[in-house]
């Protein structure tokens, strides 16, 4: 089985990929979000696995616009703890280091490290693996990256500092994409059944309250809800919500149904076993 | 007045501080976003203005963690027109463009542009104004920046292609804060007010449902919500929601006492006349 993911190998997606699909399955890198949800839709992969949250950073938001864009199914979910390490190449000591490149993401996430290491610069970069290759190819002056064990260990890096995020409880979570038809994946877990879905409001008062009400009034437990901008309507919202509970479960059905009367668009992004 | 913002001169927060403050006011950049918060903390400037959400992208996560973790008050609200262009230095012609640098955010706005120009390399940079300023003093081969036409201006690029963004429909909106004790400014507005407010949910099925009819049942309007995950506590989240009325109307001030029942924490972030 292939399955797509953005970044360099030794990115925390491919560890993800062996979460969801064990060690047996082949990661196919590219370079962003759009060209592995491309590589899905093209036959090139047979699934795709993308990062949806981080517990310190949130939503990943391209990727929510990119789900409403393609028609595929949520057919698995797991969460990767995130570890980031300081890299440089072998030879190089902490007190010779005084650029630091990563994702955008990746650096906001160590904001503590920085400020108690002023004398180090943020060079934004498209990947945190990429930018461990970077180093080790390009050797720019004083530079490092910030990255996994994994992107260490495959680009020949040494860690000079190790688990540097601000906070310990950094996890992201992952969701498996398949072709449309794709069946959910009951498995062996005795984990609970989520569903996924995407509305918008009708517009009029205390919409969003009357959509939830849906969801609330029938005791099902929300466990996320995310809010992006509808495009071409500036200052109007789609929903992303994930409750607990199988699509076809008739308790959840009479919720999407009663949940279709107050929305005007409505659609369900998937149901899967919860990580 | 003097009044921060993050980017290089030229960036579009620029055109928000003028917009808030007039002509006279001093614009003061700062690279990164908790910088401009710094500023406003340690007196260096008396206002600062920041983009939180835009209508394309969505929410500037960032800004939000930081008006949570800073004490200040939003005093308020203006939204700008964001119109990209492609800019090179003057002699660049558009077919010798090999690689684009600008923020993330710029270059995701423009993703149908690259799309039909799939020989540009997108790369990313800090800053939009700042990747003007970059490829006309560093001259990277083939390299060109997408920008405001401000920053063409200040460091004299040349506009190869103008309005490059895949909705024209793309607005961001600003805030502006000042340190606690600032005064709403009435001004001469006819505009509504508006109050923002964060909360967290207390640990309980249907809490959100719960909270928001403080809100609804009051028939105050809802005009923008937003989840932030909880550090620490993964998988929770605080909530950041705009309202139409003002903290000291009597309605509003029931219905955030209601809303203090049911949260186990609120805070109002500030009271202004909408935009």
Redesign the interface.
């Known amino acids: 089985m292939k399955a797509a993911f953005q970044g360099e190998l030794g990115a925390f997606s491919q560890q993800a990929i062996v979460q969801l699909l064990g060690k047996s399955a082949k990661p196919v890198p590219e370079p962003?979000f759009?060209q592995v949800f491309a590589a899905l839709a093209n036959k090139e992969v047979d699934a795709a696995v993308i990062p949806i949250?981080?517990?310190?950073?949130?939503s990943i938001?391209?990727n929510y616009d990119l789900l409403l864009k393609h028609d595929f199914v949520i057919t698995g979910e797991t969460n990767v703890r995130i570890v980031h390490n300081l890299i440089a190449p072998p030879g190089m000591k902490f007190s010779d280091v005084k650029k630091v490149f990563s994702h955008?993401v990746a650096l906001?996430q160590c904001?503590d490290f920085f400020a108690a290491n002023p004398q180090l610069e943020?060079?934004?970069?498209?990947d945190t693996a990429g930018s461990v290759k970077m180093v080790m190819e390009q050797r720019p002056a004083g530079g490092a990256a910030i990255a996994s064990d994994l992107a260490a260990k495959i680009y020949k890096g040494k860690i000079l500092k190790r688990a540097i995020e601000d906070?310990s409880?950094n996890?992201t979570r992952f969701f498996m994409l398949e072709r449309k038809g794709a069946k959910p994946k009951v498995g062996k877990s005795s984990k609970p059944w989520k569903t996924s879905l995407v509305f918008t409001t009708k517009n009029m008062?205390?919409a969003?309250?009357?959509a939830?009400?849906a969801?609330?009034l029938r005791?099902l437990?929300?466990?996320?809800?995310?809010?992006?901008?509808l495009?071409?309507?500036?200052?109007e919202?789609l929903f992303y919500i994930d409750l607990i509970g199988r699509a076809d479960d008739p308790v959840v059905k009479n919720a999407l149904a009663h949940l279709g009367e107050v929305s005007s668009f409505l659609r369900v992004l998937g149901t899967y076993r919860a990580a």
């Not at 949250?53 to 949130?58: M, Q, S």
């Not at 943020?122 to 498209?126: L, P």
């Not at 437990?221 to 901008?229: A, H, V, W």
Request: hydrophobic residues 30%; neutral net charge.
């Open positions: 962003w759009d949250e981080n517990t310190l950073r949130g938001y391209e955008q906001y904001i943020k060079e934004v970069f498209y906070d409880q996890f008062p205390g969003l309250f009357k939830l009400s969801v609330a005791d437990n929300l466990t996320k809800i995310e809010s992006r901008p495009r071409g309507k500036p200052w919202y």
